[in-house]
Nanobody, 114 residues
Framework: QVQFVESGGGLAQPGGSLRLSCVAS????????MRWFRQVPGKEREMVAS????????DYADSVNRRFIITRDNSVNTVYLQMNNLQPEDGPVYYC???????WGRGTQVFVSS
């Protein structure tokens, strides 16, 4: 059974940083391209970052480019999202997902406020 457990969210001030983690299970993680999404209530989920199976290839939404960094550690089935220079519009809920599967985790909440 494919599962994702996201963590690392919390409250940050504008300009601050947070590091999200997502532990995956139920499939061969090292063979899967992974993505981070975020969702504002009432809107569709937006993809913010993508990473190749090896971690050598990454892609970002224009809204987060040069502020967010996606990485992965295949030895522990985990994908990370380092979020820097956070802004209020960067909230609130973040999810990770394998490209080939439709399973979603519970997400982790990010609040950016002074």
């Amino acid at each position: 059974q494919v599962q994702f457990v996201e963590s690392g969210g919390g409250l940050a001030q504008p300009g601050g940083s947070l590091r999200l983690s997502c532990v995956a299970s139920g499939f061969t993680f090292s063979q899967s391209q992974m993505r981070w999404f975020r969702q504002v209530p009432g809107k569709e989920r937006e993809m913010v970052a993508s990473i190749s199976r090896t971690g050598l290839g990454t892609d970002y939404a224009d809204s987060v480019n040069r502020r967010f960094i996606i990485t992965r550690d295949n030895s522990v089935n985990t994908v990370y999202l380092q979020m820097n220079n956070l802004q209020p519009e960067d909230g609130p809920v973040y999810y990770c997902k394998a490209v080939w599967d439709n399973t979603w985790g519970r997400g982790t909440q990010v609040f950016v406020s002074s």
